[in-house]
């Protein structure tokens, strides 16, 4: 069982910046990926950031080049570096953490941008 505690979230004007963070803890189970999703209103789930053990990142082309993903594997804590910040990014945002079997998710963080 892995718990995983995000943070960061809040509102910021459009340009801004914010960072998340999320904080994985309870297993000792190797979690191979680690990322973020995002929810807005009467939107469905999507993609924003993930990245590997071994540090490979893939990114939703919508935040390409304004996020940054990364990762301290030790401390199983993953951070989303958001810059450039824009209305449309106003979201519930869900960390998530991938081991060999199975998904954990958080609780969410809103973030949102105000134009």
């Known amino acids: 069982q892995v718990q995983l505690v995000e943070s960061g979230g809040g509102l910021v004007q459009a340009g801004g910046s914010l960072r998340l963070s999320c904080v994985g803890s309870?297993?000792?189970?190797?979690?191979?990926?680690m990322g973020w999703y995002r929810q807005a209103p009467g939107k469905q789930r999507e993609f924003v950031a993930s990245i590997t053990s071994g540090g490979s990142t893939n990114y939703a082309d919508s935040v390409k080049g304004r996020v940054i993903i990364s990762r301290d594997r030790a401390e199983n804590t993953v951070y989303l570096q958001m810059n450039s910040l824009k209305p449309e990014d106003t979201a519930v945002y869900y960390c998530?953490?991938?081991?060999?079997?199975?998904?954990?998710w958080g609780q969410g963080a809103q973030v949102t941008v105000s134009s």
């Open positions: 309870g297993s000792s189970v190797s979690i191979n990926v």
């Open positions: 998530y953490a991938r081991t060999a079997v199975y998904s954990y």
